[in-house]
């Protein structure tokens, strides 16, 4: 071989390689990448092209793909609707996927690892490739039951209600309000999808938000159970326990007083801690604040779940925040009845609640049930898990807690939640804000008490009621009632 020809096979040879390494770094290395990216329309426009699985509720789907006679051979469509757009999500062609659509895309979609058998029967047969299915933990009528008592409340209300079963997590239902037809974003006229999606977005009253996660506000009175746990576990207290219960708490190193909701005493001087909790004494949990130290309070919510993403189903989560006071007594007062910095979702309280109905143990939320394969193989489960750092509290503390939120639901003013014939807990709560902006009402229980199958947490944020007459019992009690009876008849 001549010096030219040697060179030019050099070169070739070199060319090749570099050509080889190229490939591979694509299609083994960047080729996840290249396939996330949101402006791929291959990636899209494939996927429109073949049946994606069901997301079901029981036995109904509640999204689902039909043949189209579009230039996309399937069209996704939600009978679901509006009551359980929170929770499935859309799939569009122009702004990607939410929801369980997102989070369980590689099952709809039919590419998870799990479903390679189902593929290789597919190209075997020649048969036409179909994504896996989603069965979601809801329970239908506990789901009825909070959209119809979030929707009951007028066409402006911001409110959620979300609902768990307390030895498991699974998730029974996750309602809010403002919502949206996902059937709309879904179109595959793609003008019309972007119309919908432009006017949902710029919507004041933000329905695309799931507010049972997403939103954190101040949980007002129902974190008394929070600080009313970390008295029992740290100061040695029970039910029978005395407490201030004054009219006015001097808050240290300020000008101001803790007033108690209608100015006056809760019944005396002194109360046990179980009237504080059944009247939503503030002066009597805002002392037991200033006795407790930021660190027993913080880590009393953390055993709760306070500062954990513990929801892997759905997403993004807000997260739950007890705030570090700086050993700022007036601070620590204010916090300890769910003001100052705390924040929580309606998730998070229910998380509290079920919790407490669980003997101590708080388990990881979680929404889907059942992976299956499109010919119905199941090919994954869900597993009950706790979160981190459990017991919350003892057996013990769970059981004096739940003495005292029944007694709250008997006597105090949680009567709004109770049901003929079942022993019900619960905690009202009513979180001021500014004087220009109405309170957030507040309700968390759980049922029966003596075996509890349901714990719930409602949330109204923003409705057309008068100021004087938002309460946690009045707005949020009949729809934790409604689910709870939902749930156990």
């Known amino acids: 071989m001549n010096r030219p020809i040697r060179t030019l096979s050099v070169g070739c040879l070199i060319l090749f390689v570099a050509l080889m390494l190229n490939v591979t770094y694509v299609q083994f290395f960047k080729a996840n990448w290249y396939n996330d990216r949101a402006d791929n329309r291959r990636v899209t426009e494939e996927a429109y092209s073949q049946q994606r699985g069901d997301i079901l509720v029981g036995k109904k789907a509640v999204a689902t793909s039909v043949p189209s006679d579009t230039k996309f051979e399937w069209q996704r469509t939600y009978p679901g609707g509006k009551k359980y757009a929170p929770i499935t999500g859309f799939m569009s062609y122009s702004y990607g996927q939410t929801g369980i659509e997102r989070t369980q895309d590689s099952v709809l979609s039919g590419k998870d690892n799990k479903l390679f058998t189902n593929r290789l029967v597919d190209l075997v047969t020649n ?18 039951a909070a959209y119809e008592g979030l929707t009951a409340l007028g066409e402006d209300v911001q409110a959620a209600a979300v609902a768990i079963e307390p030895s498991t997590g699974k998730v029974l239902a996750m309602a809010s309000t403002p919502t949206y037809n996902p059937d709309r974003l879904a179109n595959n006229d793609i003008t019309a999808a972007q119309k919908s999606y432009n006017q949902l977005s710029k919507d004041e009253d933000e329905p695309l938000l799931n507010r049972s996660i997403q939103t954190a506000l101040p949980p007002g009175s129902t974190f008394k159970l929070v600080t009313a746990a970390a008295a029992i576990e740290d100061l040695g207290m029970d039910g029978d326990s005395m407490v201030y219960g004054g009219a006015s708490l001097d808050l240290p190193g300020t000008d101001v007083n803790l007033p108690n909701l209608n100015g006056s005493s809760c019944g005396g001087e002194q109360i046990t801690l179980t009237r504080a909790l059944e009247v939503s004494c503030n002066t009597a949990f805002g002392q037991l604040g200033m006795e407790l130290t930021d660190e027993q309070m913080q880590d009393q919510a953390e055993g709760f779940g306070f500062g954990q993403d513990y929801l892997d189903d759905l997403g993004p989560l807000a997260v739950s925040k007890y705030p570090d006071n700086g050993g700022d007594k007036a601070k620590q007062a204010r916090a ?20 407490i109905a669980n003997g101590g143990e708080v388990m990881k939320p979680y929404l889907v049930d059942r992976v299956t394969s499109s010919s119905l193989d199941v090919i994954d489960q869900g597993n009950p898990t706790a979160i981190d750092n ?10 004096i807690l739940t003495d005292m939120m029944v007694s709250t639901v008997e006597n105090g003013t949680a009567t709004a939640a109770a049901i003929d014939g079942v022993s019900v807990a619960g905690k009202t709560g009513t979180a001021q804000t500014t004087p220009d902006r109405p309170p957030y009402a507040w309700f968390t229980s759980f049922a ?42």
């Open 127 to 144: 048969s036409e490739p179909a994504g896996g299915n989603v069965e979601l933990t809801i329970d239908p009528k506990v789901q009825d």
């Open 336 to 355: 300890a009845i769910g003001q100052q910095d705390v924040i929580a979702t309606p998730l998070q309280m229910a998380m509290v609640s079920a919790g």
């Open 390 to 399: 459990q017991p919350a509290v003892s057996q013990d503390t769970a059981e």
């Open 448 to 489: 029966p008490a003596e075996n509890p199958s349901i714990a719930v947490a409602v949330m109204v944020q923003k409705s057309g009621t008068e100021r004087s007459e938002i309460a946690g019992g009045r707005l949020g009690g009949p729809i934790a009632k409604a689910m709870m009876e939902a749930a156990i008849s």
